[in-house]
C-alpha cells in the first residue's frame, strides 16, 4: 500500500542515491585524473614572508580552482594540479635546498625564489636537474644566456623605473629625484638601476646613498637629512609592503610634500593601516586587479583568494601569472611536461589569452629587448596610484 | 641638528623600555630570553586586535596586551623555564628553551595574525613644528608615557614589596631563599612582569611603527644590544642602552649617510670594542 509516508521515504532515499552516485562519479572522476606537481621556493617566514606568502597562495587559490573545476586537461591525461612549497626563509642555503627537494621530488616547474641571491644560488642545481623557475628576482645575468632555465615572472624594476620617472617627468614636473632603500641586495641593485634610470632621462639626482636595515622600524632619523633635500620624488627602491607604509608616513611627518614612489608592488590595506591618507598619492607596480582592467575571472581568482585564506593580499595581482603561464605552455606542447627542453622551444612562439585583463590580452614571452632570448613573462606593467584605501590605475605599460 | 637630537631622544624612550623586560628577566633567573621580541611582537597584535579591529578604547588595548603577555610570561616560567632550570645542570639548556620559545611564537603568530604589517589608527593627530623641531604628537605622547612607564617600573622596583624581594633575588637567589624570600613565586612575577613590558611596548608602538609577524627576532637582537652596552640585568643600564643606543643610530644615519649603511657597522664596532674594555657593560652588575 502506498501512502504518504512511504512516499516521503522513497524520494529521500531516491534523491540520497542519486546524490551519493553523482559525488562517486566526480570522486572517481578526479581520483582517474593524474598528479602534475608544480613547485614553490620562496620565503614564507619573517620580514619578508608577505612576499612569497602572496606568492604561494596565488598558486594554491589557483591549482584549488582548476581541480575543483576538473583538472587541467594536458595533451591526452587530465591533472589535478598540486602545489609542493619550500620555504627558503630567504636564505640562499635553504633556497638551494628546496631546490633539490624539487628535483628529488622529479618536479620540473618551480615559481620562486623571490629574491635575488635567492634566485641566483638556486642556478645550478635547476640546471643540472631539468627544472625550469620563474623567480620574482631581477638580476640580468639569469635571464641572459648561457643561463636559460630561469624566467622572469614579473616587470623588473629597470622596465618600470623609467617608464615611471618619465611618466612623472612629463606629467608632474618632477626635476629632482631622492632614492633611499634598504641595504640588501635586491633594493640596493634596484636603487643602482634607479639611478642610472633618471639620470638617463636627465633628472638632478640628489640622494642616492642613503640606506636602511630591512628591519628598521622607525625611518624618521633615516628620512630627516632626505626630505631636508626637498626632491620632487622620493623613490622607495624595493622596498618590502612592511616597511613601505612607515617610510611614507614618516616622510609626509617631516613635512615631505613631493611624490613618493617604488617598482614594487604593494598592498592597499597594508598602506591604508600604516600610513591612511598619507599614503594617498603614492605610486607602485601592481598587477590586474584594479577595477578598471580586471576580467571577470580576475575577480573570480580574488574571491577565491579571499574565501580560502580570509584577506586578499594586492601583491598577488602580480603573482597570479606563473601558473597560468607553465600550465598553458604545457598544454600548447604536452611533450614538455617532463622535459623542459621542449617548454623553451615552445616559449619562442607560444601565445594565449591572458584570462585576467579585460580585452583582447595575450599570455606570451618576452624579455627580447632586456635579456636578449624570451625568459621573462608578459604582464601586463600596471602603474598604480593609492588612493583612500584602494589603487587607481595611473597607466598599463607593455615590455617587449 | 636639532631634529637629530629630538629623534634620538625619542628612539632612545622606545628602546629603554624594550630592554626594560629583557633586563629583568635576565637579572631575576638568569635567562637570556630570546623571545622577548616575538612577546613584544604578540602584544602589538593584541592592540592591533583589540583597538584597530574591535574598536575599543587604546587604553583598554593596551591593559589587554600587558594582562595576556602577564599571563603568557607567568605560564612560561612556571611550566617551561621553572621546570628546566630544575632538572637541567646546563646554564646553556635555559637559552636553548628560550630560542625554542622564540621559533614557536614566531610560527603560532604568522599562523594567527598573517604575514601582513598592521597598523592602528593614531591616537592623537597633528605635528609639533617649532624651534626646527618636527615630532608628530603621538609620538611625543608615546615618549611621554613610555617615561612614564620607566619611572613607574624603577619607583615600583625601589619601593614596593615585590620589587625588593625580586631585586633580593636578583643579587643573591640562594641568600635571598634562605632569608624566606619565595623564590618560585617571585620568580613567576618578574617573568610575568618582563612579558608584560614587553606586550605593553609592542601595543604603545603599533600606533607608531605597526607591527608584523616576522620583527620579533630582529627587536630581540637590538634589546640584547642595548643590555649590552648597559650592563646586564641593570635596570639603570638598560635605560641608559637604550639612549645610547637611540643617539648613536639617529647622529649616525645623518652624519654617515653619505658612505651608505654603515651606522649599525660602527655601532657593532664601536660595541666590540667598548666591551673589551668594559666587558660587564656601563654599570655591570646586578642592583645593590
Given at each position: 500500500?502506498?501512502?504518504?509516508?512511504?512516499?516521503?521515504?522513497?524520494?529521500?532515499?531516491?534523491?540520497?542515491?542519486?546524490?551519493?552516485?553523482?559525488?562517486?562519479?566526480?570522486?572517481?572522476?578526479?581520483?582517474?585524473?593524474?598528479?602534475?606537481?608544480?613547485?614553490?621556493?620562496?620565503?614564507?617566514?619573517?620580514?619578508?614572508?608577505?612576499?612569497?606568502?602572496?606568492?604561494?597562495?596565488?598558486?594554491?587559490?589557483?591549482?584549488?580552482?582548476?581541480?575543483?573545476?576538473?583538472?587541467?586537461?594536458?595533451?591526452?591525461?587530465?591533472?589535478?594540479?598540486?602545489?609542493?612549497?619550500?620555504?627558503?626563509?630567504?636564505?640562499?642555503?635553504?633556497?638551494?635546498?628546496?631546490?633539490?627537494?624539487?628535483?628529488?621530488?622529479?618536479?620540473?616547474?618551480?615559481?620562486?625564489?623571490?629574491?635575488?641571491?635567492?634566485?641566483a644560488?638556486?642556478r645550478?642545481?635547476?640546471?643540472?636537474?631539468?627544472?625550469?623557475?620563474?623567480?620574482?628576482?631581477?638580476?640580468?645575468?639569469?635571464?641572459?644566456?648561457?643561463?636559460?632555465?630561469?624566467?622572469l615572472?614579473?616587470?623588473?624594476?629597470y622596465?618600470?623605473?623609467?617608464?615611471?620617472?618619465?611618466?612623472l617627468?612629463?606629467?608632474?614636473?618632477?626635476?629632482?629625484?631622492?632614492?633611499v632603500?634598504?641595504?640588501?641586495?635586491?633594493?640596493?641593485?634596484?636603487?643602482?638601476?634607479?639611478?642610472?634610470?633618471a639620470?638617463?632621462?636627465?633628472?638632478?639626482?640628489?640622494?642616492?646613498?642613503?640606506?636602511?636595515?630591512?628591519?628598521?622600524?622607525?625611518?624618521?632619523?633615516?628620512?630627516?637629512?632626505?626630505?631636508?633635500?626637498?626632491?620632487?620624488?622620493?623613490?622607495?627602491?624595493?622596498?618590502?609592503?612592511?616597511?613601505?607604509?612607515?617610510?611614507?608616513?614618516?616622510?609626509?611627518?617631516?613635512?615631505?610634500?613631493?611624490?613618493?614612489?617604488?617598482?614594487?608592488?604593494?598592498?592597499?590595506?597594508?598602506?591604508?593601516?600604516?600610513?591612511?591618507?598619507?599614503?594617498?598619492?603614492?605610486?607602485?607596480?601592481?598587477?590586474?586587479?584594479?577595477?578598471?582592467?580586471?576580467?571577470?575571472?580576475?575577480?573570480?581568482?580574488?574571491?577565491?583568494?579571499?574565501?580560502?585564506?580570509?584577506?586578499?593580499?594586492?601583491?598577488?595581482?602580480?603573482?597570479?601569472?606563473?601558473?597560468?603561464?607553465?600550465?598553458?605552455?604545457?598544454?600548447?606542447?604536452?611533450?614538455a611536461?617532463?622535459?623542459?627542453?621542449?617548454?623553451?622551444?615552445?616559449?619562442?612562439?607560444?601565445?594565449?589569452?591572458?584570462?585576467?585583463?579585460?580585452?583582447?590580452?595575450?599570455?606570451?614571452?618576452?624579455?627580447?629587448?632586456?635579456?636578449?632570448?624570451?625568459?621573462?613573462?608578459?604582464?601586463?606593467?600596471?602603474?598604480?596610484?593609492?588612493?583612500?584605501?584602494?589603487?587607481?590605475?595611473?597607466?598599463?605599460?607593455?615590455?617587449? | 641638528?636639532?631634529?637629530?637630537?629630538?629623534?634620538?631622544?625619542?628612539?632612545g624612550?622606545?628602546?629603554?623600555?624594550?630592554?626594560?623586560?629583557?633586563?629583568?628577566?635576565?637579572?631575576?633567573?638568569?635567562?637570556?630570553?630570546?623571545?622577548?621580541g616575538?612577546?613584544?611582537?604578540?602584544?602589538?597584535?593584541?592592540?592591533y586586535?583589540?583597538?584597530?579591529?574591535?574598536?575599543?578604547?587604546?587604553?583598554?588595548?593596551?591593559?589587554?596586551?600587558?594582562?595576556?603577555?602577564?599571563?603568557?610570561?607567568?605560564?612560561?616560567?612556571?611550566?617551561?623555564?621553572?621546570t628546566?632550570?630544575?632538572?637541567?645542570?646546563?646554564?646553556?639548556?635555559t637559552?636553548?628553551?628560550?630560542?625554542?620559545?622564540?621559533?614557536?611564537?614566531?610560527?603560532?603568530?604568522?599562523?594567527?595574525?598573517?604575514?601582513?604589517?598592521?597598523?592602528?589608527?593614531?591616537?592623537?593627530k597633528?605635528?609639533?613644528?617649532?624651534?626646527?623641531?618636527?615630532?608628530?604628537?603621538?609620538?611625543?605622547?608615546?615618549?611621554?608615557?613610555?617615561?612614564?612607564?620607566?619611572?613607574?617600573?624603577?619607583?615600583?622596583?625601589?619601593?614596593?614589596?615585590?620589587?625588593?624581594?625580586?631585586?633580593?633575588?636578583?643579587?643573591?637567589?640562594v641568600?635571598?631563599?634562605?632569608?624566606?624570600?619565595?623564590?618560585?613565586?617571585?620568580?613567576?612575577?618578574?617573568f610575568?612582569?618582563?612579558?608584560?613590558?614587553?606586550?605593553?611596548?609592542?601595543?604603545?608602538?603599533?600606533?607608531?611603527?605597526?607591527?608584523?609577524?616576522?620583527?620579533?627576532?630582529?627587536?630581540?637582537?637590538?634589546?640584547?644590544?642595548?643590555?649590552?652596552?648597559?650592563?646586564?640585568?641593570?635596570?639603570?643600564?638598560?635605560?641608559?642602552?637604550?639612549?645610547?643606543?637611540?643617539?648613536?643610530?639617529?647622529?649616525?644615519?645623518?652624519?654617515?649617510?653619505?658612505?651608505?649603511?654603515?651606522?649599525?657597522?660602527?655601532?657593532?664596532?664601536?660595541?666590540?670594542?667598548?666591551?673589551?674594555?668594559?666587558?660587564?657593560?656601563?654599570?655591570?652588575?646586578?642592583?645593590?
Amino acid at each position: 500500500m502506498i501512502n504518504r509516508r512511504s512516499t516521503l521515504k522513497s524520494m529521500v532515499l531516491g534523491a540520497v542515491s542519486v546524490f551519493a552516485m553523482t559525488a562517486a562519479g566526480m570522486l572517481s572522476a578526479q581520483a582517474q585524473n593524474k598528479e602534475l606537481k608544480i613547485g614553490f621556493v620562496g620565503v614564507t617566514s619573517g620580514p619578508a614572508a608577505a612576499w612569497g606568502t602572496s606568492n604561494v597562495r596565488s598558486m594554491q587559490t589557483r591549482a584549488a580552482w582548476i581541480n575543483e573545476t576538473g583538472g587541467v586537461k594536458i595533451g591526452d591525461a587530465t591533472y589535478n594540479v598540486n602545489i609542493v612549497t619550500f620555504d627558503d626563509q630567504k636564505d640562499p642555503k635553504r633556497a638551494i635546498a628546496g631546490m633539490e627537494k624539487m628535483a628529488q621530488e622529479g618536479i620540473h616547474y618551480v615559481v620562486g625564489p623571490n629574491v635575488d641571491d635567492g634566485a641566483a644560488a638556486v642556478r645550478p642545481v635547476a640546471e643540472a636537474n631539468g627544472i625550469i623557475y620563474f623567480p620574482y628576482a631581477f638580476p640580468k645575468a639569469l635571464y641572459q644566456k648561457p643561463a636559460s632555465n630561469a624566467v622572469l615572472g614579473m616587470i623588473a624594476n629597470y622596465q618600470s623605473g623609467p617608464a615611471i620617472y618619465k611618466y612623472l617627468k612629463e606629467n608632474k614636473g618632477v626635476k629632482t629625484i631622492a632614492f633611499v632603500a634598504a641595504n640588501e641586495s635586491d633594493p640596493l641593485s634596484q636603487r643602482d638601476g634607479g639611478v642610472e634610470a633618471a639620470k638617463a632621462l636627465g633628472l638632478e639626482v640628489v640622494a642616492q646613498n642613503d640606506t636602511y636595515q630591512n628591519d628598521t622600524r622607525d625611518f624618521t632619523p633615516v628620512l630627516t637629512p632626505i626630505v631636508a633635500l626637498k626632491p620632487d620624488l622620493l623613490v622607495l627602491s624595493g622596498v618590502a609592503p612592511a616597511n613601505a607604509p612607515l617610510l611614507i608616513r614618516a616622510a609626509r611627518e617631516l613635512g615631505f610634500e613631493g611624490l613618493i614612489s617604488t617598482e614594487t608592488a604593494q598592498d592597499a590595506k597594508v598602506l591604508e593601516e600604516g600610513a591612511g591618507e598619507y599614503a594617498n598619492g603614492f605610486i607602485s607596480v601592481g598587477g590586474a586587479s584594479t577595477p578598471e582592467i580586471a576580467s571577470d575571472a580576475m575577480k573570480e581568482f580574488v574571491a577565491r583568494y579571499t574565501k580560502m585564506f580570509g584577506e586578499y593580499n594586492d601583491e598577488s595581482n602580480t603573482k597570479v601569472y606563473a601558473l597560468e603561464y607553465i600550465l598553458e605552455t604545457l598544454k600548447a606542447n604536452p611533450a614538455a611536461i617532463n622535459d623542459v627542453a621542449e617548454f623553451k622551444k615552445t616559449m619562442d612562439t607560444f601565445s594565449a589569452p591572458n584570462p585576467y585583463l579585460k580585452g583582447d590580452a595575450k599570455l606570451s614571452y618576452v624579455g627580447t629587448t632586456s635579456f636578449g632570448q624570451k625568459r621573462q613573462l608578459a604582464v601586463p606593467m600596471v602603474v598604480n596610484e593609492y588612493k583612500d584605501g584602494a589603487f587607481q590605475t595611473l597607466f598599463v605599460g607593455t615590455v617587449d | 641638528m636639532e631634529q637629530v637630537i629630538a629623534n634620538g631622544f625619542y628612539l632612545g624612550a622606545q628602546y629603554a623600555l624594550i630592554a626594560l623586560g629583557l633586563t629583568l628577566i635576565f637579572a631575576l633567573m638568569n635567562v637570556l630570553n630570546f623571545a622577548h621580541g616575538q612577546m613584544y611582537v604578540l602584544g602589538g597584535f593584541i592592540t592591533y586586535t583589540v583597538y584597530g579591529q574591535l574598536g575599543l578604547p587604546f587604553v583598554v588595548a593596551l591593559l589587554a596586551s600587558g594582562l595576556t603577555l602577564a599571563i603568557i610570561g607567568a605560564l612560561m616560567e612556571k611550566f617551561l623555564f621553572r621546570t628546566v632550570i630544575r632538572r637541567s645542570l646546563r646554564e646553556e639548556s635555559t637559552m636553548l628553551l628560550a630560542a625554542a620559545t622564540a621559533f614557536f611564537l614566531d610560527a603560532i603568530i604568522l599562523l594567527l595574525f598573517g604575514e601582513k604589517q598592521r597598523g592602528v589608527p593614531k591616537i592623537v593627530k597633528g605635528v609639533f613644528n617649532e624651534g626646527g623641531i618636527i615630532l608628530p604628537y603621538d609620538r611625543l605622547v608615546v615618549g611621554a608615557l613610555a617615561l612614564i612607564f620607566i619611572a613607574a617600573f624603577v619607583l615600583y622596583m625601589q619601593y614596593s614589596r615585590v620589587g625588593r624581594a625580586m631585586r633580593a633575588l636578583a643579587q643573591d637567589r640562594v641568600a635571598a631563599q634562605l632569608m624566606g624570600v619565595k623564590v618560585d613565586r617571585y620568580s613567576m612575577i618578574g617573568f610575568a612582569m618582563g612579558a608584560m613590558l614587553a606586550g605593553i611596548v609592542g601595543g604603545l608602538l603599533v600606533t607608531i611603527t605597526g607591527v608584523n609577524s616576522g620583527i620579533g627576532g630582529p627587536i630581540s637582537i637590538k634589546a640584547f644590544l642595548m643590555v649590552m652596552i648597559g650592563g646586564a640585568g641593570v635596570v639603570g643600564g638598560a635605560i641608559a642602552g637604550g639612549f645610547i643606543l637611540g643617539m648613536m643610530e639617529s647622529v649616525g644615519l645623518t652624519v654617515l649617510r653619505e658612505y651608505g649603511d654603515v651606522t649599525y657597522l660602527v655601532i657593532f664596532a664601536a660595541l666590540m670594542v667598548f666591551l673589551s674594555i668594559r666587558p660587564n657593560g656601563l654599570m655591570g652588575k646586578p642592583w645593590g
